[in-house]
């Protein structure tokens, strides 16, 4: 079964705005076993979001649009669809009881004609109750296909999803049960890493797909399984698994679900009992900023100090003048002893230091555009690597941030 997601709004189209919404229908519906044939992102306009939904009757099951339900002449969704089935609106109590709760709780001023409108539907179609909005969703049946209708607002979108829609697909059509499991792997490029594992990948059962997932200094391999026999998708899934993990022992690092690789670190400090801190120059704060954005993050991240310039290494981080005039900032000695003083000054288990040359200038030192040195230290011991990573700015810090990520989970998988 397939399904095909439309996207209203100009606001997408001209980049005003990112398309999140797609993606967590896909991640929704991938889930229950829905696969999803094409994402179209259309504009405010009745002809073109027709001839949108026309293509995607031709090629899905299952039809999700997305925005224009608000109150506004440019919310033109409601009226599309109408026209599409050759319906007409109908005003729904229930959705307006939830407006006039909304307005009366929240807004506390008078309704206007606009938001009483809203309350109207297709009376062709299901209302889906949207708790956190006057926009309801709608669901309409047609030729064998089921068109739903959301709200744009992305937390609206969500709680329809999660509460009203997968339950109801659930309920309407049996569904293939669907596995995906995702490895992560630092340290060896894609075409290495294709390379290794060849034969292995080869050999893999025609309803377990392999993709390769290439970032900046590392390779996600995620293993995907399709079938209406579950035990048949658990069983071979774990021993294909078994079979891949003593080809890429050296790089692997661990399994991902939903999760980063900077909340896996998280969650194993936090299971350990340990902390952390971070001392950085070329990345600017990027790697307590990845950290941070984890709710819960307090537990084991302590602070950073964002030594940016040569006197706050200095200053801040007390890392002796003589040692950069002997070794230039950008040097192994200097990082070691950024992660050895972050480390004391927020009293944590293991530190990370940064310092580098992320260009497009050489700045305080002369090594080469896209030197980077990387310090981890613990209670034990200081060490450090050197990385060259090209020239390219923002891969630049993009890459530190990931090999500083890898340095220390497999400081922390030592233990």
Request: hydrophobic content about 40%; glycine content about 6%; charged content about 25%.
């Amino acid at each position: 079964m397939q399904a095909e997601i439309i996207t209203i709004g100009d606001e997408i189209l001209i980049g005003q705005i990112v398309d999140t919404n797609s993606a967590f229908i896909s991640k929704a519906l991938n889930k229950i076993g829905v696969s999803v044939y094409q994402i179209t992102s259309v504009q405010d306009d009745i002809a073109h979001i027709t001839k949108s939904l026309k293509e995607a009757e031709e090629n899905a099951d299952i039809i999700i649009i997305t925005g224009g339900l608000g109150p506004t002449k440019d919310d033109i969704t409601k009226r599309t669809i109408c026209d599409y089935f050759q319906d007409t609106l109908v005003p729904s109590e229930a959705v307006l009881d939830n407006i006039k709760h909304i307005w009366k709780t929240y807004i506390k001023k008078p309704l206007a004609q606009v938001n009483i409108d809203q309350a109207l539907v297709p009376s062709k179609a299901k209302v889906l109750m949207n708790k956190y909005g006057s926009a309801p969703g709608m669901w309409m049946e047609s030729n064998g296909k089921v068109f739903i209708s959301l709200p744009g607002v992305p937390y609206e979108m969500k709680a329809l999803m999660e509460d009203e829609v997968i339950p109801k697909l659930r309920k309407t059509y049996q569904f293939p049960f669907i596995k995906h499991v995702t490895l992560l792997t630092y340290g060896l490029g894609e075409s290495n890493l294709a390379e290794r594992i060849e034969t292995w990948e080869d050999n893999l059962p025609s309803f377990i797909k392999l993709a390769y997932l290439p970032g900046l200094g590392r390779v996600r391999l995620r293993l995907s399984a399709k079938s209406f026999d579950k035990n048949l998708v658990e069983t071979e899934m774990e021993s294909q698994i078994k079979a891949l993990l003593p080809q890429i022992e050296d790089i692997f690092v661990g399994f991902e679900t939903d999760d980063s690789i900077e909340a896996i670190i998280g969650k194993q400090l936090t299971a350990l009992n340990k902390t952390v801190c971070t001392a950085e120059s070329c990345t600017g704060g990027k790697i307590a900023q990845l950290f941070t954005k984890n709710a819960g993050a307090s537990k084991y991240f302590k602070g950073s100090v964002v030594s940016y310039a040569t006197e706050a290494k200095i200053d801040v981080l007390q890392v002796p003048e003589a040692l950069i005039k002997a070794h230039s900032v950008v040097s192994a000695p200097v990082v070691e002893a950024m992660a050895k003083h972050a480390r004391e000054l927020f009293k944590t288990d293991y530190a990370i230091a940064t310092t580098g040359n992320a260009g497009p200038d050489k700045g305080d030192s002369d090594a080469e555009v896209g030197t980077v040195f990387i310090a981890i230290a613990t209670k034990d011991r200081v060490y450090s690597e050197k990385f060259e990573l090209g020239n390219h700015r923002t891969k630049v810090i993009m890459k530190a941030v990931n090999k500083a990520f890898e340095m220390l989970q497999k400081e922390i998988l030592k233990k």
